[in-house]
């Protein structure tokens, strides 16, 4: 069974991807992670690389050789969770020529909600714990500037101001709203109220789709 879970930045998509497919026993398969972890001594990963380090999107060309790979190996055979593409319904159309989802779940979650749980992050500057906090929801630091796990000192991330924040909101729905209305022709959509806690999100996922 081949799932994909769509949602903006933020919304949780990567979480519930891991938890659905620890769920169903098969691959959570993120074209972020795809492109992060690609061998940067082939000329494939070289050309992903180039993109990466000038934070350019990666042409849809190059996710999709990357992707048809991951693809093709053995524990994918029983299906995956795929995350991070497509993002736009150029993409579902390339998608649509080599992989067929079963079922694809939508993570809804409204501007605001989106803008705090973005613009709010603090990450852990110990690149050994990385854990991230919230500002203006939760999980809230217990001690200002301080990381609970650690007691090292928490940062924004230069790269997620207000200005991109608002800027990526924008792009999402741009590219996303007739996304999400394509595979509702397809009667493939599923929508899923993002804005629960992680663990009642996951239990929606699971009731809508019969899983328990």
């Known amino acids: 069974m ?17 938890l659905l497919a620890e769920k169903m026993g098969i691959p959570h398969v993120s074209t972020g992670e795809i492109c992060r972890g690609t061998d940067q001594s082939t000329e494939l990963g070289m050309k992903v690389r180039k993109y990466m380090d000038k934070g350019i999107l990666v042409p849809d060309d190059l996710v999709t050789q990357l992707l048809k790979h991951r ?13 991070g593409y497509p993002r736009n319904r150029d993409q ?8 067929s989802f079963d079922k694809v779940l939508s993570l809804t979650i409204s501007d605001e ?11 852990c500057t110990n690149k050994k714990c990385e854990a991230i906090f919230n500002t203006l929801t939760e999980p809230k630091p217990k001690r200002g500037g301080i ?3 650690c007691g090292s000192p928490l940062a924004p991330r230069k790269d997620i101001t207000e200005e991109v924040v ?25 929508e899923i109220n993002g804005e629960q806690p992680i663990e009642d999100v996951h239990e929606e996922i699971l009731q809508k789709l019969g899983l328990h």
């Open 2 to 18: 081949n799932m994909l879970i769509i949602g903006i930045r933020g919304s949780g998509k990567g979480t519930q991807a891991k």
């Open 71 to 83: 693809l093709s190996q053995e524990d994918c055979k029983n299906g995956v969770v795929l995350e």
């Open 92 to 99: 579902a159309e390339i998608i649509k020529e080599f992989l």
């Open 113 to 123: 909600e989106v803008f705090n749980r973005l613009a709010g992050r603090v990450f």
């Open 147 to 149: 990381c609970d796990k």
């Open 166 to 190: 608002k800027r990526d909101i924008a792009r999402y729905h741009e590219e996303a709203d007739p996304l999400v209305d394509y595979y509702k022709q397809e009667g493939l959509l599923i």
